[in-house]
């Protein structure tokens, strides 16, 4: 398993269950224990000022049904039911819960349904780190047996020609030429910065000086915006328009 540490708050209306779910949460070394709630309301209210992952949440409860209250949770936050009564499995698992667990329950059912939000919030916090390693300032480039360090903020566009790639530079009146695939480097670029326009085109977002219909104008060149990647093109304009 992961080295992150999952948030949670366990909410029932159940002193002796709230107790039974703090000794467990305590002995799982990936769970960290932010607040015991006795209603869905208390943990309404303590997760507005501090969101958390993860809640083990009752379903029978007054006021507010553990079932209504997950329908109310941000996207992020997930939930693994617990209650005595196993008719409500079904609206457990349709309102997406990471688990159900069936009063009254042990440390060893308890750790399995822990383990799958670990095994959950691993993919998720994965991806969001991969996506922030991503937000880099430069690359080294080979080229011409050197390998050649650019600054992204000064990328215009990346040409590409078949096996080669140009990469057009600020105040550079000649590229520098590279042995690589436009497809490759996509996937190295911060998604936030670039985006490709063409086939044989990667354009500097903030570089852009004219929209023009379909075409785009950096630094006087034309480049055409294809079909196949206007609609994520508009989106971006649509974002970013007064």
């Known amino acids: 398993m992961s080295n992150i540490k999952i948030t949670c708050v366990i909410v029932d ?62 996207q992020e936050t997930r939930v693994i039911f617990t209650t005595a009564f196993d008719q409500y499995a079904l609206e457990g698992f349709k309102v997406e819960a990471l688990d159900y667990l069936l009063k ?7 750790l399995a349904a822990a383990n799958k939000a670990n095994t959950w919030f691993s993919m998720v916090k994965g991806k969001q780190s991969n996506v922030v390693s991503k937000e880099k300032d430069f690359l080294f480039v080979k080229s011409e047996y050197k390998q050649i360090r650019i600054k992204l903020a000064d990328v215009l566009y990346f040409e590409g020609l078949k096996d080669y790639i140009k990469i057009w530079i600020k105040d550079n009146p000649k590229p520098i030429l590279t042995l690589m695939s436009l497809k490759s480097l996509e996937e190295e670029l911060p998604e936030t910065q670039f985006m490709r326009v063409h086939r044989s085109f990667i354009v500097s977002l903030k570089n852009i000086d004219v929209i023009e ?28 328009s007064l």
């Open 13 to 74: 209306d159940e002193p002796m269950a709230l107790n039974l779910v703090e000794s467990y949460v305590q002995k799982t070394p990936f769970l960290e224990l932010k607040k015991k709630c006795s209603s869905a309301i208390e943990a309404m209210e303590f997760i507005k000022e501090e969101p958390v992952d993860l809640l083990f949440l009752d379903i029978q409860m007054p006021d507010l049904t553990g079932i209504e209250f997950s329908r109310l949770l941000p």
């Open 104 to 110: 009254p329950f042990d440390y060893a059912e308890f």
């Open 213 to 240: 219909r379909s075409q785009i104008i950096i630094n006087k060149q034309r480049i055409t915006v294809s079909e196949q990647y206007k609609p994520k093109f508009l989106e971006f304009v649509n974002n970013n």
